[in-house]
């Protein structure tokens, strides 16, 4: 079996596994495009799987962290069964690495596949569905903020009032170029904005969906820096009253439906979950945003037989207010690869990898691993890939 990355010349091959694999239609366009890079797995001469890599960067603790996102990972039929998929991941967490992608997520349709080569479950990707009953018994604003349609000359402003919220909420990834393209966001069917003194107050974009008798506004993004810019943004969706069944909103901001959003106790949410591989433990804490803590250190052991750059005795250093890995140590805590995602997310305390069998050790020797990632709230992600 030979791996190498893709080139343009590989599109028809690679397209038509990904065809097969996921149902689909045959995608129109380049197979390279800008921001993303990916591999093939070829057995006598023959494409035998594939898998892509875009370029992202989460955020964590307000940092934007570099991210290898892993999607359309596909395996010819005649192959399966030969380790294809595993030698594509394997070789995606050197290309990542060699890339400055020291973390990776992915969203799993084989979990089990992800988990044998170190990845984990580690948040969310939420969609709510809201009768308009309930969006009419939200608070109306006190503040009434003219909204008007968006124009070129917005896009700048808009990503901006974007990153002011995305980089509060741990996961959320930056949107940055070349990978995302912020002149699509002018192709849906609304987007409106909330213009301010200092920029925009808020912004919502929207896709008319068919279904049912009168159809469903599908939401997309619904940002606002304040109460009163985000309270504005949902009487906006509640005057479609009498033309829609309901609204669907991605979550991108959980405060907006768990605090402002008029959802009972029992509502429909459709949740798709990620899971995170840390690829490059000392960078990907080198460019994590971290709370101030008391000067501290902790032991740590990495388990990880498939990224053996950052396996071993590890230091987990605390010092002047930042955040660095050295290697030594005691290994006094036994940290699994799978351990290492769901922790950096914030997605899991020690207990519960301790109760997974995804980390050994005394339980004080674990309390500086806790004080670093808690109370941050649910990771979650607003793009799929």
Known sequence: MHIREYTEDDRDAVFRLRRIAFNGTDPSGPLLKPGTHGLVAEIDGRVAGVLGIGSYAQFYGGAAVPMGGIGGV????????????????????????????????????VPTLYRGRGWERAG??????????????????????????????????????????????????????????????????????????????????????????????????????????????LASLASWAGTLEAVELRITDPATVNFLGGTPLRHPVLTATWMQRVVDLPAAVAARGWPRLADAAVDVEIIDEHAPWHAGLQRIVVQDGAVRVEPGGTGAVRLHARALGPWFSGAQNTHALRRAGLLEGDPADAVVLDQLTASSGTPRLADFF
């Open 74 to 109: 596909a395996v010819d039929g005649a192959y399966r069964g030969r380790g294809v998929a595993n030698a594509l991941l394997d070789a995606a967490l050197v290309a990542m690495r060699e890339h400055g992608q020291p973390i990776s997520a992915l969203y799993p349709t």
């Open 124 to 233: 969310v990707f939420e969609w709510v569905e809201l009768p308009m009953d309930r969006l009419l018994s939200v608070p109306r604003p006190a503040e009434r903020i003219p909204a008007r349609p968006a124009d070129g000359s917005d896009l700048t402003a808009l990503h901006e009032c974007y990153l002011e919220v995305a980089r509060t909420i741990d996961g959320m990834a930056d949107r940055r170029p070349p990978r995302i393209d912020l002149d699509k966001v002018l192709e849906l069917d609304l987007v409106s904005v909330l213009p301010g003194p200092n920029g925009l107050r808020g912004y919502l974009t929207a896709e008319r969906k068919p279904g049912g008798d009168m159809g469903r506004l599908k939401v997309l993004d619904l940002i606002g820096v304040d109460v009163e810019a985000q309270l504005n943004l």
